[in-house]
């Protein structure tokens, strides 16, 4: 595409998310908290996939896995009587966003615990688990092929 065709598709498309927003987020991406990058590089080999500092609306949420609607805030303690985070977690949940917050020093204490966590709320979200999971082929001997 070239400089003149790029300039007019850029002027007639409106974008998804303001250019404004998607800096902030990216901002935010680059100057995580040491609880944030522990959480996401213990969630980033999981699925349901996660997405970090992901615009919704007028907000930019810590974690959100869109396949389940679920928003994971990692917060200090100034969050814990937050009145602009209930008003944002009202906001969310009209939009249909499941919000769990997970305190940093939960992550601090124990990261695998709190991702395993923020996982099985994930799994609640997207209609849990099967009660009877396929048993694993570990430990099996392999069949030679005839």
């Known amino acids: 595409m070239g400089a003149r065709s790029a300039l ?4 007639t498309m409106s974008r998804r998310v303001e250019v404004a927003v ?8 680059n100057n995580a908290t040491r609880q944030e990058r522990k959480i996401w590089e213990l969630l980033s080999r999981y ?16 974690f ?4 389940a609607k679920l928003v ?17 977690d009202q906001w969310l949940a009209e939009q249909g966003w ?21 996982l099985a709320r994930a ?13 694993s082929r570990e430990g099996r001997k392999r069949r030679p092929i005839a």
């Open 8 to 11: 007019c598709y850029s002027r």
């Open 22 to 29: 998607t800096e902030r987020a990216r901002a935010l991406r």
């Open 47 to 62: 699925r349901p996939k996660f997405t970090r500092q992901f615009p919704i609306g007028p907000y930019i949420v810590d």
């Open 64 to 67: 959100a896995c869109r396949q």
């Open 72 to 88: 994971v805030e990692i917060d200090g303690g100034q969050h814990a009587e937050s009145q602009r985070d209930i008003v944002r």
């Open 98 to 118: 499941s919000v769990f917050r997970v305190w940093n020093n939960d992550v601090h204490a124990n990261p695998h615990g709190a991702a395993e966590a923020i």
């Open 123 to 135: 799994a609640e979200c997207l209609g849990g688990t099967h009660p009877e999971p396929l048993p």
